[in-house]
Structure formats: structure tokens, C-alpha cells
């Protein structure tokens, strides 16, 4: 709790900035959109609901890592 208290008003906790991070390039890529298709054309099949969540963390993990300054 002293680390919070110590840690001014305006900071935040990398989780937060991974997490705008991560809603920006969901949305940026299209990430968790139901395709749409179109007139003789037809994509791949949508992934399975737990497939997609796995996606999405791993995305998320990413986007932590990467604010941390981690590698990989």
C-alpha cells in the first residue's frame, strides 16, 4: 500500500498501460470482429470460443511484456 501512496497521482501500474495497448491493437487488427462474408467469397472458418480467449490472452501477455520492456 506505501508504494501506491508514494507513487503520485498521475502514474500507473503497467497493467493499465498493457491493457490500453492491448484495446488499441484489438481494435486496430480487427481482433474479436465476427467476419462478415461477402458474395462468393468465403473465408476461413471463425475460431472456437476458447481458442479465441486463448488469442486474446496471449495478445494481452504480449502487450504486458512489452511494456515491461521484456524480451519475447
Known amino acids: 500500500m506505501d508504494a501506491l501512496n508514494g507513487a503520485g497521482l ?4 503497467n ?3 498493457a491493457l490500453d495497448l ?3 491493437v484489438a481494435a486496430t487488427a480487427g481482433v474479436g470482429k465476427a467476419g462478415t462474408p461477402s458474395t462468393g ?4 472458418a471463425a475460431p ?4 479465441h480467449v486463448t488469442q486474446l490472452l496471449e ?3 504480449r502487450c ?3 511494456v515491461e ?3 519475447g
Open 15 to 17: 497493467e493499465d498501460i
Open 69 to 71: 520492456g521484456k524480451q
Open 41 to 44: 467469397f468465403v473465408g476461413s
Open 59 to 61: 495478445l494481452y501477455g
Open 48 to 51: 472456437k470460443p476458447d481458442e
Open 22 to 24: 492491448f484495446k488499441y
Open 10 to 13: 498521475g502514474a500507473r501500474r
Open 64 to 66: 504486458l511484456r512489452a
